[in-house]
């Protein structure tokens, strides 16, 4: 099946300090790429929709300014949490939708990433 | 509006038992597609079935069977003979909404025990 990977899967940064997330569809082109967050025990969130080319749709109550997305490619979205705080928190997770593979219901999940805020 | 409720948040079964994990979702649309997805302790998203709103026909996959009924909107998921590899949080999650929207709602997960 289709992959998806995130880097990295681990982070462990300063309070103040940025953080960027790569989401990477490696075997197929993805025009549309999601974000979710999930804080523990809780279920995933979604944060925005990133879309190749164009700005970021970001779901009410999400800070566009403290979360960049960056969708430059085909098979990269970029997702910077900026002046990083302990909230911040958090388990990380992007989807890609496949292009040519299938209807809007063929997404692939990447693995996560875990954010650590100090 | 689109909802999917997991009723149950934690259950616990001693190894071997059947258990069902139960999914009501709402949506006002005719077309759309409900998933369930495993989440083991490691993070990962476990891709499970995906059934869209017209075909009704349950599904059987090893021990793993999806019961999909629309007259109660409903999509339960019954492992048979469980196993503490069973042991994760699952996610009943649906699509729904205009032909572009591609939003994946997802319930609160049901955090599943298998007591070996």
């Known amino acids: 099946g289709a992959v998806v990977s995130q880097h990295p899967s681990w982070v462990i940064c300063k309070s103040g300090t940025s953080v960027k997330i790569e989401c990477r569809s490696l075997d197929f082109q993805a025009t549309t790429m999601f974000w979710y967050r999930q804080f523990p025990k809780q279920s995933l969130m979604l944060m925005a929709t990133s879309n190749e080319g164009s700005k970021a749709t970001y779901e009410q109550g999400v800070e566009k300014d403290k979360f960049l997305i960056n969708h430059a490619s085909l098979t990269l979205s970029t997702l910077t949490v900026t002046s990083a705080h302990p909230e911040d928190s958090s388990f990380y997770i992007c989807?890609?939708?496949?292009?040519?593979?299938?209807?809007?219901?063929?997404?692939?999940f990447g693995p996560g990433t875990r954010l650590l805020v100090l | 509006a689109q909802k999917v409720t997991q009723a149950q948040t934690e259950i616990s079964v001693v190894e071997k038992e059947d258990v069902t994990l139960d999914c009501v979702y709402e949506t006002r649309d005719t077309t759309y597609y409900l998933f369930w997805y495993k989440q083991p302790p490691s993070g990962e998203l476990v891709f499970l079935i995906r059934r869209n709103s017209f075909d009704e026909q349950n599904e059987i996959s090893g021990r793993y069977s999806w019961n999909f009924q629309k007259s109660t909107s409903s999509f339960n998921f019954t492992i048979t003979a469980s196993q503490v590899v069973d042991s994760a949080v699952y996610f009943c999650a649906l699509i729904g909404g205009p032909r572009r929207d591609d939003k994946i709602i997802f319930g609160k997960g049901t955090r599943l025990h298998i007591l070996p």
């Open positions: 989807s890609a939708r496949d292009l040519l593979g299938g209807g809007r219901e063929t997404q692939y």
